[in-house]
């Protein structure tokens, strides 16, 4: 009994951060799908176009990984299914910035504010990495109107900042107007 007492906690906290990591490790590579998506959908429109797509397309990818919503947040809908459990914070937790670079590239950015939710090693990894200093790249917190910094979320938890960059070629000549966001989306 004494050699369980000692060294459950320790297996259990081994046994969560290991289930942490590969759950931060698959947000990473989401995000990177989602920078994809986002240089994607802009090569196919007309330069005016391009953050309004690559936005949409990065938050239709983060959808199924983000967690946690405000009050006044609606769940993301996909047609024929029904709604995305907690997704409703993907638009504010998703950032996009879609560029030329040259004269056939064009290059997506997309920042993803992750929420760690495996208890005890979700506050442990957070602690080290300081979420709750206001101004740090890994931190999603506002100040409201009377200067206090808090989460928007209404359960809090330690986010991680991700950032992914895809540079995609444009090998070809895209169509004047494409009327985004397009029926449907």
Not at 133 to 158: C, F, L, S, W
Request: glycine share 8%; charged share 20%.
């Amino acid at each position: 009994m004494l050699e369980f007492v000692l060294a459950f906690p320790l297996i259990l906290t081994l046994m969560l951060a290991c289930m942490q990591f590969a759950h931060m490790w698959l947000a990473k590579q989401v995000v990177h799908y989602a920078a994809f998506c986002s240089a994607r959908a802009a090569l196919v429109c007309n330069k005016g176009e391009y953050q309004k797509a690559g936005q949409q397309a990065a938050e239709q990818v983060c959808a199924w990984i983000v967690h946690g919503h405000t009050g006044g947040e609606q769940d993301k809908q996909v047609p024929g299914w029904g709604a995305i459990p907690d997704s409703g914070g993907v638009k504010r937790k998703t950032k996009t910035q879609i560029e030329d670079v040259g004269r056939w590239n064009v290059r997506a950015t997309v920042t993803f504010d992750f929420a760690l939710l495996f208890p005890l090693v979700g506050p442990m990894i957070g602690y080290d990495m300081n979420p709750w200093a206001y101004g740090q790249e890994y931190v999603e917190q506002h100040k409201d109107a009377t200067g206090n910094i808090h989460d928007i979320d209404e359960v809090r938890y330690p986010h991680v900042r991700f950032t992914e960059v895809v540079v995609l070629p444009k090998p070809y000549v895209t169509v004047s107007k494409m009327g985004l966001p397009a029926p449907g989306w």
